[in-house]
């Protein structure tokens, strides 16, 4: 099985390759379109700011490639987020595979911004949770969010219900960091090979 990580100058690559070898999975990182429409299973992870990383997709054609895929994708943290319509995020117009738009939380007392830490998902419905337990823990750092919209297949709760993961066709997609959520986001990645 060819599994691909898309390259996009986003942050916390390397720690999507240890958590991939942890399993036993093997991958291959690149950002060529050939690569990409030929594996069998694509990662779009990352960190980092919504308008730097969707101006090196356009440069490089890959806002028009992930959105024509037709294997599974899974985006996690700002892949999810760049998968949706928009961001409030500078002002930036993502892929729209997911049409919904990604707000900041408000300030709320007593609350900091960004979410961050564990924090538990709740109502999953998705072969990505399969064998997880009820109201899992998986660890959060982020300071936009999708609503709980049509695609959401898991939610979690801070300031307000958000969309702690999202499906539609042959695209999945989590807020959180699967590949430092321990054996919870190992499991999501292992059942996320196995589709």
């Given at each position: 099985m060819k599994t691909v990580i898309v390259k996009y100058n986003a942050g916390n690559v390397q720690s999507v390759m240890y958590a991939l070898d942890r399993i036993g999975a093997t991958y291959l990182y690149t950002d060529d379109e050939n690569e990409i429409r030929t594996a069998d299973k694509v990662i779009f992870?990352?960190?980092g700011e919504a308008s730097t990383a969707m101006s090196?997709?356009?440069k490089t054609g890959l806002d028009k490639v992930i959105p024509s895929l037709k294997q599974p994708v899974f985006g996690t943290c700002i892949g999810m987020?760049?998968?949706c319509r928009y961001s409030e995020e500078n002002n930036t117009e993502c892929m729209g595979i997911f049409d919904v738009d990604v707000k900041r939380f408000p300030a709320t007392p007593g609350l900091k911004v960004p979410h961050m830490?564990?924090?538990n998902i709740y109502g999953y419905n998705s072969a990505?949770?399969?064998q997880l337990s009820d109201n899992a823990y998986v660890y959060f750092v982020h300071s936009y969010a999708a609503p709980v919209c049509e695609f959401t297949v898991a939610s979690c709760d801070y300031i307000h219900p958000f969309s702690a993961m999202l499906q539609k066709d042959n695209f999945y997609a989590a807020q959180f960091h699967c590949e430092i959520s321990g054996n919870v986001g190992q499991q999501i990645i292992e059942n996320f090979l196995k589709i």
């Amino acid at each position: 099985m060819k599994t691909v990580i898309v390259k996009y100058n986003a942050g916390n690559v390397q720690s999507v390759m240890y958590a991939l070898d942890r399993i036993g999975a093997t991958y291959l990182y690149t950002d060529d379109e050939n690569e990409i429409r030929t594996a069998d299973k694509v990662i779009f992870p990352g960190v980092g700011e919504a308008s730097t990383a969707m101006s090196y997709l356009r440069k490089t054609g890959l806002d028009k490639v992930i959105p024509s895929l037709k294997q599974p994708v899974f985006g996690t943290c700002i892949g999810m987020q760049l998968m949706c319509r928009y961001s409030e995020e500078n002002n930036t117009e993502c892929m729209g595979i997911f049409d919904v738009d990604v707000k900041r939380f408000p300030a709320t007392p007593g609350l900091k911004v960004p979410h961050m830490g564990w924090n538990n998902i709740y109502g999953y419905n998705s072969a990505l949770t399969d064998q997880l337990s009820d109201n899992a823990y998986v660890y959060f750092v982020h300071s936009y969010a999708a609503p709980v919209c049509e695609f959401t297949v898991a939610s979690c709760d801070y300031i307000h219900p958000f969309s702690a993961m999202l499906q539609k066709d042959n695209f999945y997609a989590a807020q959180f960091h699967c590949e430092i959520s321990g054996n919870v986001g190992q499991q999501i990645i292992e059942n996320f090979l196995k589709i």
